[in-house]
């Protein structure tokens, strides 16, 4: 599933479930697939403030996804389910080091790759070869 994800060129992002064990972690020539396509992997720090438990699984996840990925083309997301679950940017900055992801890399994951992933989408849908963007004639 996640090989023919790297193929298509209509996907933005592919978010993972690091609060489970898993045994699948993608391999680098996917991960290079995705970076061209300009497709970002998503981890979400919500389920690992709700329980130790998971946040130790978590943790050991993402470190995995890091390593594999190099700290390229990561979108970190809250996925609160509660106010007090939601956390502020340089929090979430020392929270990725967790990850071993450096500074820098977890800033940009936090703050301009939802930009990017959005113009991504958006040059994706509405341009031809995103050189030309196609605007509707007013009647």
Same mark, same amino acid.
């Given at each position: 599933m996640?090989?023919?994800?790297?193929?298509?060129?209509?996907?933005?992002?592919?978010a993972?479930?690091? =609060?489970t064990?898993?045994?699948?972690?993608?391999?680098?020539?996917?991960?290079?697939?995705l970076?061209?396509?300009?497709?970002?992997?998503?981890?979400?720090?919500?389920?690992s403030?709700?329980d130790?438990?998971?946040?130790?699984?978590?943790?050991?996840?993402?470190?995995?996804?890091?390593?594999?990925?190099?700290?390229?083309?990561?979108?970190?997301?809250?996925?609160?389910?509660?106010v007090?679950?939601?956390r502020?940017?340089?929090?979430?900055?020392n929270?990725? =080091?967790?990850?071993?992801?450096?500074?820098? =890399?977890?800033?940009?994951?936090? =703050?301009?790759?939802?930009?990017?992933?959005?113009?991504?989408?958006?040059?994706?849908?509405h341009?031809?070869?995103?050189?030309?963007?196609?605007?509707?004639?007013?009647?």
């Amino acid at each position: 599933m996640f090989k023919k994800c790297c193929d298509r060129s209509d996907i933005d992002i592919i978010a993972f479930d690091c =609060s489970t064990k898993t045994t699948f972690m993608p391999k680098p020539p996917e991960i290079a697939k995705l970076r061209t396509n300009g497709v970002y992997l998503e981890l979400s720090y919500g389920p690992s403030i709700r329980d130790t438990n998971t946040r130790r699984i978590m943790i050991g996840n993402a470190i995995n996804v890091v390593r594999v990925t190099k700290g390229k083309n990561l979108l970190i997301s809250g996925e609160a389910e509660h106010v007090l679950e939601l956390r502020g940017p340089y929090d979430m900055v020392n929270f990725a =080091s967790l990850y071993e992801l450096k500074q820098e =890399s977890a800033h940009r994951a936090l =703050s301009s790759a939802g930009r990017e992933v959005l113009l991504h989408a958006h040059t994706r849908r509405h341009t031809a070869r995103a050189a030309v963007e196609v605007v509707p004639m007013e009647s």
